[in-house]
């Protein structure tokens, strides 16, 4: 499941000791951000960032991070 990035952090309200800050609301967050955590570790860790320095590590980053810009076509 595919969660938006903005989804998760309008989840919760922006003071985590608000009023009406719920219990459910902050563990349903906690598993969200284990979950990110889970999946972008084997990403930044990943070797291939080692084979690549300076601009072209930025360079490479920034691309993975746009990757999904463009929706991809029928044949995709």
């Keep these: 499941m595919r969660v938006p990035r903005a989804e998760v952090v309008d989840y919760a309200p ?6 009406d800050y719920t219990p459910e609301q902050a563990e349903c967050l ?3 951000r284990a979950r990110i955590l889970e999946l972008t570790t084997p990403i930044i860790t990943h070797p291939y960032w080692a084979t690549l320095s300076g601009p072209d590590r930025v360079e490479a980053r920034t691309a ?8 991809a076509g029928p044949d995709a």
């Design 14 to 19: 922006q003071e985590p000791g608000s009023p």
């Design 30 to 32: 906690a598993g969200y």
């Design 64 to 71: 993975l991070k746009h990757a999904h810009d463009t929706p």
